[in-house]
């Protein structure tokens, strides 16, 4: 009688039996109308976390700008200040040799030989320190800007 049933429903306000096909649906709908202020909280943090996200942004934009003027002021001092220790160097062995041909006429003492090959030593040592400069600086300008 279940398996009738099941296919046959009865209507006892009619007393007749009707096609029970067996479908059924169900739907919910959930408004939530107060939440103590959850949603409220929820838009205000996003908020203050945008607000804080565009002021990091900011400063980081400013701070590589910063960056990039520096490194480029560095290299351009770097670069002008290698041309004035070539010439330094340039001039300080050009002096070493005539300070040698000197010597050996014997008009000069080997004291200035010793001190004309102290100030080329010392000129090539600033001439490796400008170029160890100007290649550090290129090398900073290069970490913002990429190779060029």
Same mark, same amino acid.
């Given at each position: ?23 059924s ?6 408004l ?13 943090s996003?908020?203050?976390?945008r607000d804080? @996200?565009?002021?990091e942004l900011?400063?980081?934009? /400013?701070?590589? %700008? #910063?960056? *990039?003027? $520096? ?41 200035e ?7 080329l030593?010392?000129?090539?040592? @600033? ?7 100007? /290649?550090?600086? %290129? #090398?900073? *300008?290069? $970490?913002?800007t990429g190779?060029?």
């Amino acid at each position: 009688d279940a398996n009738r049933f099941a296919v046959n429903g009865f209507d006892p306000a009619t007393g007749s039996t009707f096609r029970n096909l067996g479908y059924s649906a169900t739907a919910t709908l959930q408004l939530p109308i107060w939440n103590w202020g959850a949603s409220r909280s929820k838009v205000k943090s996003a908020e203050l976390q945008r607000d804080q @996200a565009k002021l990091e942004l900011s400063f980081a934009q /400013r701070k590589q %700008v #910063a960056d *990039l003027k $520096t490194f480029y002021g560095e290299a351009q001092t770097a670069r002008s200040e290698l041309e004035s220790l070539r010439q330094s160097a340039d001039l300080a062995a050009e002096s070493q040799r005539l300070t040698t041909l000197r010597y050996q006429a014997g008009e000069a003492t080997v004291l200035e030989v010793v001190d004309s090959q102290n100030t080329l030593t010392t000129a090539q040592n @600033a001439l490796g320190d400008g170029q160890v400069r100007f /290649r550090v600086a %290129v #090398a900073n *300008l290069q $970490t913002l800007t990429g190779k060029f």
